[in-house]
């Protein structure tokens, strides 16, 4: 009579024997050296056989999962009792065997990675495993790897996969280590996620390719409808959180979110080299936190903000921000509504990106309660966006320095935004404005009822030789120590 598979023994709870996958069993006075040598004492035990693993055996190795060759080949030890995950089978003599992998691929688990079985649940148990014997790295091979979502343990959506504190889930090919959201996993109302946690500590994602199948998804579009990947909720913690060299492709929502909470700000978060395509809002967004880098990441055709920050204290409403000490440097942003979206925050550096060709504004820099200030734009480059930087705000200040802003169509600087919003506080200068290629204003204040203070813009370089009344137009009928001038004309020629 054939054993049952190691597939469906884990699916019964592991109390069955193990199948077709064979075993090579180690006495227990095998070395540590005769574990992984070719050297050492190996006994094969046939699974199909009747017969039990003598008492002698402290470790077996599987040749696969559900079959030889299928990629979970692992390496078990002699447990006296079950361990509490899934990482462990029970031979046919009822002894316990716990897995002993450091550093597991989610093949060991069960997954198939073939983009049609049902992999979630595989690949949450090796998350499961590693985070109960205390951190570690899950590992995704080449594949792809299918997840159909299921309620998340609070309650709050469908997810598809939970992370765990000290889990780091890594792929080894980043083009073809793939997690692929199933169709149908998302509709009207859903609070939908695909990785997610709303407390997290000592984490990370790297080096693979998420697909969240947005297409799949029919045309449900819901801006506060969760993200591809979403970390914090109201109240809860998330600190010392890596997302590095990921591909998320066609979230519906945002691509990758952490959210903190006045109450409970995120704490050194590195989100750096990933690449975000088609969300359907926001590429890259963080709330309420104290350190964030932003670094070398390519954010392409999102329909909302390529990277958008946020610290407002909604609770309180407080003048003081909530997100502190970020640095926002060396992006690339193509084709977003905006390429940089600085809400309420303080102490920032946003350096050496790239916006080009988005639909609204390269930067922009808004107050709603607390007063943004100790903001640093230095080394970008702006083109072919039609505004490239925008302020709104009362702010505690702001300096532009050394950026480039080419091909605009309504302002290389615009003071407020669709006619409304006072703007204080705002120095720039050794900027160049490249004009060859425009006729409208270099400086636009463009909110006639609001009051425009404490402005110094001079020694800024200006190519192509505008029109002097439109190096400065100013609608603001309220001003306050305004100063814009002393530009610095370079004869270009044509």
């Known amino acids: 009579m054939e054993g049952t598979t190691r597939r469906e023994a884990l699916a019964m709870g592991r109390n069955a024997t193990i199948g077709s996958a064979g075993v090579l069993a180690l006495s227990a006075s095998s070395t540590a050296q005769d574990i992984t040598s070719p050297q050492g004492v190996f006994t094969v035990v046939s699974a199909t056989a009747p017969g039990v693993i003598p008492a002698t055996v402290t470790f077996v190795r599987t040749d696969g999962f559900a079959s030889p060759g299928d990629g979970g080949a692992a390496l078990y030890r002699r447990v006296a009792s079950p361990p509490d995950h899934r990482g462990w089978f029970r031979s046919r003599d009822g002894a316990c065997w716990e897995l002993s992998s450091t550093q597991p691929s989610v093949r060991e688990f069960g997954a198939i990675g073939d983009g049609r079985a049902d992999d979630r649940a595989a690949v949450q148990a090796a998350i499961d495993y590693v985070a109960v014997r205390g951190g570690g790295t899950v590992l995704i091979p080449v594949g792809r790897f299918r997840l159909v979502t299921v309620q998340a343990p609070d309650a709050t959506g469908p997810i598809g996969l939970w992370m765990r504190s000290g889990v780091h889930l890594a792929g080894t090919d980043r083009m073809r280590s793939v997690l692929v959201l199933a169709d149908g996993q998302r509709g009207p109302g859903t609070f939908g996620r695909i990785i997610a946690s709303p407390d997290l500590v000592d984490a990370s994602l790297d080096n693979f390719t998420l697909e969240a199948n947005r297409t799949g998804q029919g045309t449900e579009r819901d801006a506060t409808n969760g993200a591809a990947i979403m970390f914090g909720t109201a109240g809860k913690h998330v600190e010392r959180v890596r997302i590095e060299r990921l591909i998320v492709r066609d979230a519906n929502g ?43 990441n390519d954010v392409i055709d999102c329909r909302d903000n390529g990277i958008d920050v ?49 639909r609204g504004t390269g930067l922009h820099i808004n107050r709603i309660h607390g007063e943004p200030s100790g903001i640093m734009i230095t080394g970008n480059r702006t083109t072919a966006t039609p505004i490239g930087a925008s302020m709104t705000g009362d702010f505690g200040g702001v300096t532009f320095q050394g950026n480039h802003f080419s091909k605009f169509t309504v302002a290389a600087l615009q003071f407020g935004l669709n006619g409304d919003g006072n703007v204080s506080f705002v120095a720039a200068t050794g900027n160049t404005f490249d004009c060859r290629n425009t006729t409208c204003p270099v400086v636009f204040g463009c909110a006639p009822n609001g009051v425009l203070s404490w402005i110094r813009i001079a020694d800024n370089i200006v190519m192509g030789l505008p029109r002097p009344d439109r190096l400065f137009v100013n609608l603001f009928k309220t001003n306050n120590d305004v100063h814009v001038g002393n530009f610095i004309g370079v004869q270009t020629s044509f």
Request: aromatic fraction near 6%; charged fraction near 20%; charge should be negative.
């Open 310 to 358: 946020y610290g407002d204290n909604f609770v309180t409403k407080s003048n003081v921000v909530t997100s502190t000490q970020a640095s926002i440097t060396h992006n690339r942003i193509r084709r977003c509504a905006s390429g940089v979206f600085l809400e309420t925050v303080a102490d920032v550096d946003v350096a050496g990106n790239l916006f080009d060709a988005c």
């Open 254 to 296: 945002q691509a990758i979110q952490v959210v903190g909470h006045p109450n409970a700000v995120g704490r050194d978060i590195v989100i750096r080299g990933n690449r975000v395509e088609r969300s359907s809002f926001i590429g890259i967004q963080v709330s309420h936190f104290i350190g964030l880098v932003i670094d070398d």
